[in-house]
């Protein structure tokens, strides 16, 4: 009998004490592993944590930018020998029942990574409307850049197997880092799917999250850095 597949739920986390031990204990009461890295926040964001079991706490000494968050945590993932991991947003903005529905392709060998879309549910998004077609705009740029063509851009609900957290060669410590995850997709030949997802567009995640024109800044920094290595 295979042993039970050991998944673990990466949360990179800056200045989010106010919903972080929320966030967590719904991702534990799933019966998920986390490991949370905070990147050097200054509003107490890891001792909110104190006292939870199945918590694996990492710090930054300074504050490097979410994919630096995302590199830290799946280096410690794989010293723990994980046989897949998720990545998901402190904010509140994932909803931890999508978790099986990522990890499905990848328990059915049929995917190394799987991509969150907030497009593929079949009930429409609640999407403000600028940032629904900036989106879109992004998506094609994104799909020029990578050579991947997807229905969302920039969505941080993702799931790695084994293979795809082992061969996955981050250097974007900013946002820049969702972009070059799908360039690290095509460079290693990783078999890839995309599922449905929620998003939820709280108050305080609107006001926690990136300006939707910064889809465009960031598509930039990877041009820039493929035109100019």
Same mark, same amino acid.
């Given at each position: 009998?295979?042993?039970?597949?050991?998944?673990?739920?990466?949360?990179?986390?800056?200045?989010?004490?106010?919903?972080?031990?929320?966030?967590?204990?719904?991702?534990?009461?799933?019966?998920?592993?986390?490991?949370?890295?905070?990147?050097?926040?200054?509003?107490?964001?890891?001792?909110?944590?104190?006292?939870?079991?199945?918590?694996?706490?990492?710090?930054?000494?300074?504050?490097?930018?979410?994919?630096?968050?995302?590199?830290?945590?799946?280096?410690?993932?794989?010293? %723990?020998?994980?046989? /897949?991991?998720?990545?998901?947003? /402190?904010?509140?903005? +994932?909803?931890?029942?999508?978790?099986?529905?990522?990890?499905?392709?990848?328990?059915?060998?049929?995917a190394d990574l799987v991509l969150g879309s907030r497009?593929?549910?079949?009930?429409?998004?609640?999407?403000?409307?600028?940032?629904? %077609?900036?989106?879109?705009?992004?998506i094609w740029v994104n799909g020029l850049l990578t050579?991947?063509?997807?229905?969302?851009? +920039?969505?941080?609900?993702?799931?790695?197997?084994?293979?795809?957290?082992?061969?996955?060669?981050?250097?974007?410590?900013?946002?820049? +880092?969702?972009?070059?995850?799908?360039?690290?997709?095509?460079?290693?030949?990783?078999?890839?799917?995309?599922?449905?997802?929620?998003?939820?567009?709280?108050?305080?995640?609107?006001?926690?999250?990136?300006?939707?024109?910064?889809?465009?800044?960031? %598509?930039?920094?990877?041009?820039?850095?493929?035109?100019?290595?």
């Amino acid at each position: 009998m295979n042993a039970p597949l050991r998944v673990y739920v990466i949360v990179p986390a800056y200045n989010e004490a106010g919903v972080i031990r929320h966030t967590v204990e719904q991702l534990l009461g799933a019966g998920y592993e986390v490991i949370v890295v905070d990147d050097a926040s200054t509003d107490g964001t890891a001792e909110r944590l104190q006292g939870l079991g199945g918590v694996h706490c990492l710090r930054h000494a300074v504050n490097l930018g979410q994919g630096a968050a995302l590199q830290t945590g799946m280096a410690f993932a794989r010293r %723990l020998q994980a046989g /897949a991991v998720v990545h998901f947003d /402190a904010d509140g903005q +994932h909803d931890v029942a999508d978790i099986p529905a990522l990890l499905a392709p990848l328990l059915a060998d049929e995917a190394d990574l799987v991509l969150g879309s907030r497009f593929l549910q079949k009930k429409s998004p609640n999407v403000p409307l600028l940032r629904r %077609l900036l989106l879109k705009g992004a998506i094609w740029v994104n799909g020029l850049l990578t050579g991947l063509w997807l229905t969302d851009a +920039h969505n941080g609900l993702r799931a790695l197997n084994a293979k795809a957290l082992a061969c996955m060669e981050l250097r974007e410590n900013g946002m820049a +880092h969702a972009t070059e995850i799908l360039m690290e997709i095509r460079k290693h030949g990783l078999r890839y799917r995309e599922v449905g997802v929620h998003i939820r567009y709280s108050a305080y995640s609107k006001s926690k999250g990136q300006s939707a024109w910064n889809a465009f800044n960031i %598509l930039g920094d990877i041009l820039l850095r493929k035109l100019f290595p």
